[in-house]
């Protein structure tokens, strides 16, 4: 098992005023009104907030998927502003590791392509890609599922596809939104120890949520209310990082 | 790496467009249809252009490229037909005489023709076209006697009433009969059979001379039996070039030679003209073209209505993928990529449509061989037609290919 980052010291990502604006037809929706924070590498950080409040933005944002109308971003020391669009893709390919409430497969791939798909995108050549996709398929535990495609699996096996594809290219930033959103507690539950897992291997982990009890997984935890950061607080672990991976 | 990038986004996107015809095969099935029908009409358009130009090469395949025609008239009259139809006809005498300024430089052979009806007892061929030629005949053009031998010098010279028949005369006059020494009418002249031409092939090609219904004949015997000494006389003397880059010379010598013969001052215009194969070749060619490319603009009509199919296909396939777009631009494929996917698709689309309108034009071109007119798939026509069916579909797909590319991931996403 490889750590991502050396010491878990440095600063993963930091936004600096940053403000995004939508036209809605003739309206404008001010969704980010001048949000900074910044967030350590191998930090656990819940965004939690009302809907509206601008958290599915940020993580927009952050997960470079949308760059800010105003304010600066900067993930890893780069600055994302003025990046086109094919630059943004390779960050998100390379960095970032999504993982989304609705799963987000590819309906007609199976497990293994789903998982392998990154990688292409990234343009890692067949054998090695083989050898990455299935080590991250073990990580989430889903080894004799490799041909089984989406809609034969679970939700919780869904989501552990999902995982599995999110750290399949090692990025050194998760970004879950709602990731227990459309599953039973006890799935969720297994889900949310996935995450420490990868916290504990040296994963930067952000879970935008709105509930409480998922918040408490993380080691710090960010409000946010019309679009602006209301409270910003470490807090204890309710489960520390203790299962880590043989 | 650029390299092993895009080898990658290519394999994803085989995989996703042939994933894409198998989920939807009804759908792509009646898209493909439209390219299919397309690409049948256009390649139909060109086995029949083809065939008609080898049929054409065949038709002519006798006379030879190297030889130059001296006639009264043009083969082909581009301009006023009243400007050639004063001229005097070239008689057999001044014919005779050109080929003795040609002697050692060039061999000359003229030749006579009329039509007469012919019959051997009881069988009869009307108008069949009757050859007053030398035996240098067989010095200027390809053709071979396949039984028997052809004109001797002393015939010619004598005026032997001996012909040599076309196989088309042979069949239509004896049958089964071996014709050598036989003797049957031309008009109202008895000649002996010495000889049968190889057969030529081609048939008659639309109106034009059928090479296996002649008869030659010395061409004394003709001025004898049809022409008259006085009467009217139209003799063709053919020219072979030492070679065919020597004709352009050649040409000039000829021209220079018959003003003289004719006393032609240098103010005046020649009152004969020199025909070589290229012209017809080369006038034919032209009709043909316009006919090609009105047929083809009709045609690529159907194709383009198919590449519509396409586009509009490529369009909803896009709306239907959007959140998948959305999944992918997250995970990491850029623009292009995602571009390429839907490109791709469109061409595959096409290139089916294109090998099956091959497979079956192949079939329609049997049959109008086999019924309508001649018709001839050729390499480069299959080439061409596939080169044309992927063209279509990345035109088809750009559009659509490019939105699906530009999608904003967000939105994409969100798409239910």
């Known amino acids: ?246 | 790496m650029r390299g092993l990038r895009l080898a990658l986004d290519l394999q994803e996107s085989v995989r996703i467009a042939f994933g894409a015809l198998r989920a939807n095969k009804a759908r792509g099935a009646l898209t493909t249809l439209g390219i299919i029908i397309g690409i049948v009409a256009v390649i139909t358009t060109m086995t029949a252009a083809n065939g008609l130009r080898n049929t054409f090469r065949e038709s002519f395949s006798s006379v030879g490229a190297d030889v130059l025609y001296i006639s009264r008239m043009p083969w082909v009259i581009q301009d006023d037909f009243f400007l050639y139809r004063n001229r005097p006809p070239i008689d057999y005498k001044e014919a005779r005489e050109l080929e003795k300024h040609l002697r050692g430089s060039a061999v000359a052979n003229p030749t006579m023709n009329g039509r007469q009806d012919t019959k051997y007892r009881s069988e009869r061929m009307d108008g069949v076209t009757i050859i007053g030629t030398t035996e240098k005949q067989l010095l200027v053009s390809n053709a071979q006697p396949a039984v028997g031998r052809f004109i001797l010098p002393f015939e010619v010279n004598y005026k032997h009433k001996v012909c040599v028949i076309g196989n088309d005369v042979r069949k239509g006059l004896f049958g089964e009969v071996d014709p050598l020494n036989k003797e049957m009418k031309i008009g109202r002249t008895t000649f002996r059979v010495i000889g049968v031409m190889e057969e030529q092939g081609g048939g008659s090609f639309f109106g034009g001379p059928n090479f296996d219904r002649q008869i030659y004949i010395p061409i004394t015997a003709f001025v004898g039996a049809f022409g008259g000494l006085h009467g009217r006389q139209d003799v063709n003397i053919a020219v072979k070039a030492p070679s065919e880059a020597a004709m352009g010379d050649l040409e000039y010598k000829l021209i220079g030679e018959m003003r003289k013969l004719r006393g032609l001052r240098p103010t005046e215009k020649e009152d004969f003209s020199i025909n070589r194969l290229d012209t017809l070749v080369g006038a034919f060619n032209n009709v043909m073209g316009v006919v090609l490319l009105v047929g083809l603009l009709i045609t690529s009509i159907s194709l383009f209505v198919g590449g519509v199919g396409v586009m509009n296909i490529m369009f909803v396939s896009i709306t239907e993928r959007t959140r998948e777009i959305g999944i992918r631009k997250a995970i990491g494929a850029k623009p292009h990529s995602i571009m390429l996917q839907f490109l791709f698709e469109a061409a595959v689309i096409c290139l089916l449509g294109g090998v099956i309108g091959i497979v079956i034009s192949a079939g329609v071109t049997v049959a109008i061989n086999a019924s309508l007119m001649p018709a001839n798939l050729s390499l480069s026509i299959l080439f061409i037609a596939l080169v044309v069916a992927v063209s279509v579909g990345l035109l088809a797909g750009l559009v659509p290919a490019w939105r699906g590319a530009r999608l904003n991931p967000i939105e994409a996403l969100r798409y239910e």
């Open chain 1, 1 to 246: 098992m490889k750590a991502v980052t050396g010491n878990g010291n440095g600063v993963a990502l930091a936004l600096h005023d940053v403000e995004k604006t939508y036209v809605m037809g003739t309206e404008k929706v001010h969704a980010l009104r001048g949000v900074s924070l910044q967030v350590r590498k191998n930090e656990y950080v819940a965004i939690m907030g009302p809907s509206g409040s601008g958290k599915s933005t940020l993580m927009n944002v952050i997960g470079c998927l949308d760059v800010p109308t105003k304010g600066n971003y900067t993930l890893e020391g780069q600055a994302v502003a003025d990046m086109t669009q094919s630059e943004l893709a390779e960050i998100r390919n390379l960095r970032i590791g999504f993982v989304f409430q609705t799963f987000n497969l590819i309906p007609r791939a199976d497990v293994f392509h789903n998982v392998e798909l990154p990688l292409i995108y990234g343009g890692v050549r067949s054998r090695e890609r083989r050898e990455r996709a299935e080590s991250a398929i073990a990580r989430v535990g889903l080894s004799d599922r490799m041909k089984h495609k989406p809609n034969e699996l679970s939700g919780g096996q869904r989501q552990r596809v999902a995982i599995a594809r999110a750290i399949v290219l090692n990025p050194s930033i998760i970004l879950a939104d709602e990731p227990t959103g459309n599953l039973d507690s006890r799935t969720g539950d297994e889900i949310m120890a996935i995450f420490d897992e990868l916290h504990a291997a040296g994963h930067t982990i952000i879970v935008v949520t709105h509930e409480d009890y998922i918040a408490d997984y993380a080691s710090r935890s960010i409000r946010l209310k019309d679009g602006l950061v209301e409270s910003d607080e470490a807090k204890g672990r309710k489960a520390m990082a203790g299962g880590l991976m043989s």
